[in-house]
């Protein structure tokens, strides 16, 4: 089982930064790919990397947010820049692991993100 352990959320303010930071037990060779999603009313895709290193981004943060990784550390990031209001939410950090020919799911906790003046 593959345990993942998220931190770095908190309470900011409008066009203030935060780097949430997501560290996973399993082993980087049978990622798939790593991601992170928000929770406000539905759960959505913010951003996602693949293994060969391609990287998505929702519309809705490009510019502002970027993710990246860490191999040596196991460790995924989010830097998230002049943050908005409407970017409150529930942070969740997905892995995607291949295991034997089969993909399975892990998901962080969550870490709290709140953008309020």
């Known amino acids: 089982q593959v345990q993942i352990v998220e931190s770095g959320g908190g309470l900011v303010q409008p066009g203030e930064s935060l780097r949430l930071s997501c560290t996973h037990s399993g082993s980087m060779s049978s990622v798939h790919l790593m991601a992170w999603y928000r929770q406000k009313k539905g759960r959505e895709l913010v951003a996602r990397i693949f293994?060969?290193?391609?990287?998505n981004t929702t519309e809705s943060v490009k510019g502002r947010f970027a993710i990246s990784r860490d191999n040596a550390k196991n460790t995924l990031y989010l830097q998230m820049n002049n943050l908005k209001p409407e970017d409150t939410a529930v942070y969740y950090c997905?892995?995607?692991?291949?295991?034997?020919?089969?993909?399975?799911?892990?998901w962080g906790q969550g870490t709290q993100v709140t953008v309020s003046s």
């Open positions: 293994r060969d290193g391609t990287t």
């Open positions: 997905n892995v995607v692991m291949k295991e034997g020919s089969v993909l399975k799911n892990y």
